[in-house]
């Protein structure tokens, strides 16, 4: 099939005749660190108007798939879009028909843009009245200050209110003209996708310099201490997308994440009862990652918080893990992804996302053989230099 892009969009299948339905996930290499400086929120604006446009004057995708019994959604993130769905098999050539034509030929005008510009507007709020949402936008901003990396996602209302219809079909164009992959999860490929080039292929990205890391910073300016509850985030740069340093900083995430067997669960709710909700992950970007620990806590044991998390690191930066708790954390890491690989949307999902787009290539064989390969010492090497470069910032903030 022949999009009329500049950059043929390839077809990773995943061909598996147990299943009855057919999961479909468009996965494009552009994400809101495209967006123009001016225009904060452009390509999330752009991801609601291709799902929620109508087509050839009937529903919109996302109508037209529900209305067939079927699930979809998308999202954007920092460096690419996912636009997916899971239907019935006997659907899935429709439903693939459908998604190409919303992704590369949507029927923008002033009144939808209008419309889902409110939409946004309403999903902003929402993000807006969470902490435990802001506070990752405020980590990320740390980390990444001055740069792409460090703008929120769903964008900046003044921005987002100044953005035209001309601006949509600029960012339109980008978009389908930026590297894709299609993940099709299912008992057969729909016909409509048959000429598709398949598999991966590589494709340079443009990156732009970083200020260099600052060490961290030992405590913010003051707690919310009017507040009942907070959510700290803690975080430093880890390694950039496609380094083979990822798998070491994924563990040690793992090692101080909310399974009852992480150290950070036993110092946490165990020893301490200091906090219920806790989360720890690390993701790659194409200058640098972001390692990060959310914990939900009480202003007045923020402090408390903080020093377990950082006592953590220091006690790993020193000796490394326990061999049983590394043992854990590795088989943590696999299960999750093996976890992720049997059910169909996840599994396109997750490709989608590992191979960047289509554009590295991936498997869940070779993921978790990198996995098996960390040893001791190179999480020895990660808790001692995310350790040096931790950031902590808080949401709500003190009221000043």
Do not use: K
């Amino acid at each position: 099939m022949t999009l009329g892009t500049a950059v043929p969009m390839s077809l990773i299948p995943v061909i598996d005749d147990r299943l009855r339905t057919t999961s479909l996930c468009l996965a494009v290499a552009s994400g809101s660190r495209d967006d123009p400086a001016d225009r904060g929120g452009c390509a999330h604006l752009l991801e609601h108007l291709v799902m929620s446009v109508p087509m050839d004057g009937g529903g919109s995708f996302s109508e037209r798939v529900e209305r067939l019994g079927g699930r979809t959604n998308a999202e954007t993130g920092l460096e690419q879009m996912l636009y997916y769905a899971q239907v019935h098999a006997d659907d899935a050539d429709e439903v693939a028909a459908l998604l190409l034509r919303a992704y590369t030929a949507p029927d923008f005008d002033r009144s939808a843009l209008d419309d889902e510009r409110e939409v946004v507007f309403q999903e902003l709020a929402a993000a807006a009245a969470d902490p435990a949402d802001t506070v990752q936008d405020a980590v990320l901003a740390a980390l990444f200050p001055g740069h792409p990396l460090g703008r929120p996602v769903g964008g900046d209302e003044r921005q987002l209110r100044a953005v035209t219809l001309d601006d949509i079909r600029t960012a339109h164009t980008a978009l389908v003209n930026a590297p894709s992959a299609l993940v099709v999860v299912g008992p057969r490929i729909p016909a409509v996708l048959g000429d598709l080039p398949r598999g991966t292929r590589p494709a340079a990205r443009d990156t732009l310099p970083l200020t260099a890391a600052q060490p961290g910073d030992r405590a913010v300016a003051a707690w919310p201490l009017d507040a009942d509850f907070c959510w700290v985030c803690l975080g430093a740069r880890s390694p950039a997308a496609g380094s083979a340093l990822r798998p070491v900083y994924t563990l040690l995430a793992q090692l101080l994440g909310s399974s009852p067997s992480s150290l950070l669960y036993r110092a946490l709710r165990g020893e301490q009862q200091l906090s219920y909700t806790f989360q720890a992950w690390d993701r790659g970007y194409r200058e640098a990652g972001a390692w990060r620990v959310l914990v939900g806590t009480s202003p007045a044991q923020a402090d408390q918080v903080v020093d377990v998390v950082r006592a953590l690191l220091a006690r790993l930066a020193d000796r490394g893990p326990d061999p049983e708790d590394l043992a854990a954390a590795r088989r943590q890491a696999e299960m999750s992804l093996l976890l992720d690989s049997e059910e169909p949307l996840e599994h396109a999902r997750l490709t989608a996302d590992r191979t960047a787009a289509g554009t590295r290539p991936w498997s869940l064989e070779t993921d978790t053989a990198a996995l098996r390969a960390v040893t001791a010492e190179q999480i020895r090497a990660a808790a001692a230099d995310v350790a040096g470069r931790l950031l902590v910032t808080v949401r709500p903030e003190a009221v000043r």
